[in-house]
């Protein structure tokens, strides 16, 4: 039941057969920034060849080093290589449009029933086929990227810095590209004719940047100016800050709001902040669309559904325009980083050290479907994410080792699996 077209494979496709895609990747992003990452080198790598491998992941490296949603970006990125800005757009815009749709009337729903149950079980067979895709990702990633014995280091390095000693993401990620550096030497293989570009004028880049500043910081000041309710106010400079300082990919940012919107603004409750993370986790789209959720429970409090509406638009405004403001003004730059061979040996020891942040998220994920209940154990300078295997869910397991015959032996369509999977999770789910 393998659906896949052969004549899909056009490394030129027109902006039309690429917004398909784009819509579809969206509409399919389920699981995190592991699992999106997964599906985005699915499509974008094996099945269209609209990116090489080694494009595709020097271009996870430079979004792996922005603040924001790495895998937003990268469809950004992917769209702009394409079609320029305006392809960049639709890839972004498309990546995030449907579950912010999805979380906007879930969040309606949550503030006026206070019940997420429903939602829970349709995508409770969907996280089951989430952990197969990141599985299979995360074997190709490393059989393509780990061809050194210090890669391999790296990424076992970068995995326990993460996993059992909870170091700073950009600290992993700056000391990997530090040693890539270092130890790069001229001698490295010359990168092909085709990948090397000149970067544009720095004037355009200037250019750029200062548009892109404009289009975030104009509403922002608008609201101000016009006396907007205060609660907008301070979710469009709270967002605005968390844009810029909050490097380390999706579940930093998470560790961030979680910490700041509960203990220091109480705006939500712990309940609430964890019911907005489950409803992130479960839907289409990239983590961070839990902030729609706050600026609209914060909003919808002080002053009704209409008010919460204006808080999640103002949320996902400033959350997600600095994310077009990174790409276009980096990625004419990254080919000719790519093309220096000591920033290669940089870019490229990331890539190694990024294998490692993918199997750390891809247990933590794994840990919080199979388990309803976990623990952190702490002895010093470890802090271990543990499950209470009392509670693992045999449903879970049931449904993903359904998704990995599937989808690794049978190779199912994608849609197909995970529509079945959803279908399977809500009967299994009334037992």
């Given at each position: 039941m393998?659906?896949?077209?052969?004549?899909?494979?056009?490394?030129?496709?027109?902006?039309?057969?690429?917004?398909?895609?784009?819509?579809?990747?969206?509409?399919?992003?389920?699981?995190?920034?592991?699992?999106?990452?997964?599906?985005?080198?699915?499509?974008?790598?094996?099945?269209?060849?609209?990116?090489?491998e080694q494009q595709f992941l020097n271009a996870l490296n430079f979004c792996m080093l922005l603040p924001g949603p790495e895998a937003m970006q990268l469809a950004t990125y992917a769209g702009w290589r394409l079609h320029g800005v305006m392809g960049g757009l639709i890839a972004g815009l498309l990546f995030v449009v449907p579950g912010a749709l999805i979380i906007l009337l879930l969040a309606i729903g949550y503030s006026t029933f206070g019940q997420v149950d429903f939602v829970q079980s349709l995508f409770f067979g969907i996280k089951a086929a989430v952990i197969v895709i990141v599985l299979e990702a995360l074997i190709k990633v490393s059989k393509r990227t780990?061809?050194?014995?210090?890669?391999?280091?790296?990424?076992?390095?970068?995995?326990?810095?993460?996993?059992?000693?909870?170091?700073?993401?950009?600290?992993?990620?700056?000391?990997?590209?530090?040693?890539?550096?270092?130890?790069?030497?001229?001698?490295?293989?010359?990168?092909?004719?085709?990948?090397?570009?000149?970067?544009?004028?720095?004037?355009?880049?200037?250019?750029?940047?200062?548009?892109?500043?404009?289009?975030?910081?104009?509403p922002v000041i608008g609201l101000w100016l016009l006396g907007a309710n205060q609660i907008l106010i301070e979710l469009a400079l709270f967002f605005s800050k968390l844009?810029?300082?909050?490097?380390?990919?999706?579940?930093?940012?998470?560790?961030?709001?979680?910490?700041?919107?509960?203990?220091?603004?109480?705006?939500?409750?712990?309940?609430?902040?964890?019911?907005?993370?489950?409803?992130?986790?479960?839907?289409?789209?990239?983590?961070?669309?839990?902030?729609?959720?706050?600026?609209?429970?914060?909003?919808?409090?002080?002053?009704?559904?209409?008010?919460?509406?204006?808080?999640?638009?103002?949320t996902l405004w400033v959350t997600f325009v600095p994310c077009?403001?990174?790409?276009?003004?980096?990625?004419?730059?990254?080919e000719w980083i790519s093309a220096q061979p000591r920033l290669r040996g940089a870019l490229s020891a990331i890539t190694a050290a990024v294998v490692g942040v993918i199997l750390n998220l891809s247990i933590w994920f794994a840990i919080h479907v199979f388990f309803s209940s976990t623990q952190k154990i702490e002895f010093g300078f470890f802090a271990l994410l543990s499950p209470e295997l009392g509670t693992v869910d045999w449903r879970v397991l049931v449904l993903a080792l359904a998704s990995g015959i599937l989808l690794l032996i049978m190779k199912w369509n994608l849609l197909a699996v995970l529509t079945l999977l959803a279908l399977g999770g809500v009967l299994l789910s009334l037992l």
């Open positions: 393998n659906m896949k077209d052969a004549t899909d494979n056009d490394p030129q496709p027109s902006l039309r057969q690429a917004t398909q895609s784009w819509a579809k990747i969206g509409l399919l992003s389920f699981g995190g920034p592991a699992a999106q990452i997964a599906l985005m080198h699915k499509v974008v790598v094996e099945e269209k060849g609209w990116l090489k780990l061809n050194s014995a210090a890669h391999y280091i790296i990424a076992l390095l970068a995995f326990l810095g993460l996993f059992v000693f909870s170091i700073p993401f950009p600290l992993i990620i700056g000391v990997a590209a530090l040693y890539g550096y270092l130890a790069s030497t001229k001698q490295l293989d010359e990168p092909d004719s085709d990948s090397v570009g000149a970067p544009v004028a720095f004037s355009k880049t200037v250019q750029t940047i200062a548009l892109w500043l404009l289009i975030w910081m104009l844009a810029v300082v909050t490097f380390g990919g999706a579940y930093a940012v998470l560790a961030y709001i979680a910490q700041d919107v509960v203990q220091t603004n109480n705006w939500l409750t712990v309940a609430e902040m964890v019911d907005g993370l489950g409803l992130a986790e479960t839907t289409p789209g990239p983590l961070i669309l839990v902030t729609e959720f706050v600026g609209f429970l914060s909003a919808e409090k002080a002053g009704g559904i209409a008010l919460g509406i204006a808080g999640a638009a103002v077009f403001l990174w790409i276009f003004a980096g990625a004419p730059y990254l």
